[in-house]
Nanobody, 123 residues
Framework: VQLQASGGGLVQAGGSLRLSCAAS????????VAWFRQAQGKERELVAG????????YYADSVKGRFTISRDNAEKMVYLQMNKLKPEDTAVYYC?????????????????WGQGTQVTVSS
């Protein structure tokens, strides 16, 4: 599986960005996909995840009510809509895919990673 993330950039606090993740390779609709982020000097953290069917989603407490993850299996795309951005959302964002159909929380269980896209939120 190859993943290509895009959509990052510089935005003011309170603004919005939409990240995209394009997948290619094996059957996209069979597995869960997630967005992780890693801020400078911090560990990589799970931000949001979506299962194979798009029925079940997961959000970190820090982004609940502000971020929305979605997927289009026909187009092999996953999106992360980020609203009301805060300076603490600044990080490199990665999309990742697991062999599991449902969202798992450990980064080590995600075998396929995109290259990352920088999100910078200014105060």
């Amino acid at each position: 599986v190859q993943l290509q993330a895009s959509g990052g950039g510089l935005v003011q606090a309170g603004g919005s960005l939409r990240l995209s993740c394009a997948a290619s390779g094996r059957t996209f609709s069979s597995y869960a996909v997630a967005w992780f982020r890693q801020a400078q000097g911090k560990e990589r953290e799970l931000v949001a995840g979506i299962d194979w069917s798009a029925v079940n989603t997961y959000y970190a407490d820090s982004v609940k009510g502000r971020f929305t993850i979605s997927r289009d299996n026909a187009e092999k795309m996953v999106y992360l809509q980020m609203n009301k951005l805060k300076p603490e959302d600044t990080a490199v964002y990665y999309c990742a895919a697991t062999d599991y159909a449902y969202v798992v929380y450990a980064a080590t269980l995600y075998l396929y990673w995109g290259q990352g896209t920088q999100v910078t939120v200014s105060s």
